[in-house]
């Protein structure tokens, strides 16, 4: 009786511990993500910069063929676009993640949870890519 009781005891005070350190590892990784996409962005920006792709009629709408696949990327506003930015990023930085467009929603948390990054690239030119992180419902 006392070992079940001991037994309980430790399982009451260990489950919650788990659980929090199970939102904060998804937490750190939604912020990893963010500062990869970031990343990934300004590389897109430089080479876009660098005139490796092709300036299109709406000051930045273009594609290039210098990704790490050698797969064209479209930009928009001089970044890449948000369906293209992951092809400036290895594929293990997404693997924890599922993408919807330009969110990308951790895959251990339901999909109406608020544990998300969003990528949009600037509504103008010469503007600042978006990216909004929620960890609040990680």
């Known amino acids: 009786m ?5 037994l309980a005891l430790l ?8 659980r ?9 990784e939604v912020h990893a993500l963010a500062t990869g996409l970031g990343s ?4 897109g920006h430089a080479l876009w910069q660098a005139g490796l792709a092709n300036a299109g009629a ?9 990704d790490r696949a050698g797969a064209q990327a479209r930009f928009e ?26 969110t990308f929603r951790h895959r251990d948390v339901a999909p109406d949870a608020r544990c998300a990054v969003r990528y949009a690239p600037p509504a103008v030119a010469g503007g600042e890519p978006l990216l909004n992180v929620a960890t609040d419902g990680c």
């Open 2 to 6: 006392v070992a079940a009781a001991c």
């Open 11 to 18: 399982a009451a005070l260990a489950v919650p511990g788990q």
């Open 20 to 28: 929090e350190a199970g939102s904060l590892n998804r937490r750190t």
């Open 40 to 43: 990934a962005a300004r590389l």
């Open 58 to 66: 709406a000051g930045g709408a273009g594609t290039t063929s210098v």
């Open 77 to 102: 506003n001089g970044y890449p676009a948000a369906a293209d930015v992951t092809r400036f990023m290895d594929a293990a930085e997404t693997a924890a993640f599922v993408r919807s467009g330009g």
